[in-house]
């Protein structure tokens, strides 16, 4: 078993910057692979970014926030970050943290085994 607590979301201006945290518990994190999700009102939860579990050399993407977020992870502290810089009014959604139980990362949200329960971030133009 796996628990997932996110934080860092809130209120940013366009253009501005947040980082997201997410603290794991329960299993060895290290070899986890875990993603950053996220979803609109009205819209499907969609993919963000992902990192390979064990040293995390791999990341992956979502071509709408490529160039501008970055996720890493520490794995002393359990935990997975989200960088968002040069936010866009379009970020704006609830994320969601999720961990698969295998080091392969991957975009697809079905392939992921446990979830946080969210955190809010908005952008205001």
């Known amino acids: 078993q796996v628990r997932l607590v996110e934080s860092g979301g809130g209120l940013v201006q366009a253009g501005g910057s947040l980082r997201l945290s997410c603290a794991a518990s329960?299993?060895?994190?290290?070899?986890?692979?875990m993603g950053w999700f996220r979803q609109a009102p009205g819209k499907e939860r969609e993919f963000v970014a992902a990192?390979?579990?064990?040293?995390?050399?791999?990341?992956l993407y979502a071509d709408s926030v490529k160039g501008r977020f970055t996720i890493s992870r520490d794995n002393a502290k359990n935990t997975v970050y989200l960088q968002m810089n040069s936010l866009r009014p379009e970020d704006t959604a609830v994320y969601y943290c999720?961990?698969?139980?295998?080091?392969?990362?991957?975009?697809?949200?079905?392939?992921?085994?446990?979830w946080g329960q969210g955190t809010q971030v908005t952008v205001s133009s």
């Open positions: 990192i390979r579990g064990g040293s995390g050399s791999s990341t």
């Open positions: 329960g299993r060895t994190f290290s070899s986890l692979a």
């Open positions: 999720a961990a698969r139980m295998v080091t392969m990362m991957t975009a697809s949200p079905t392939s992921y085994d446990y």
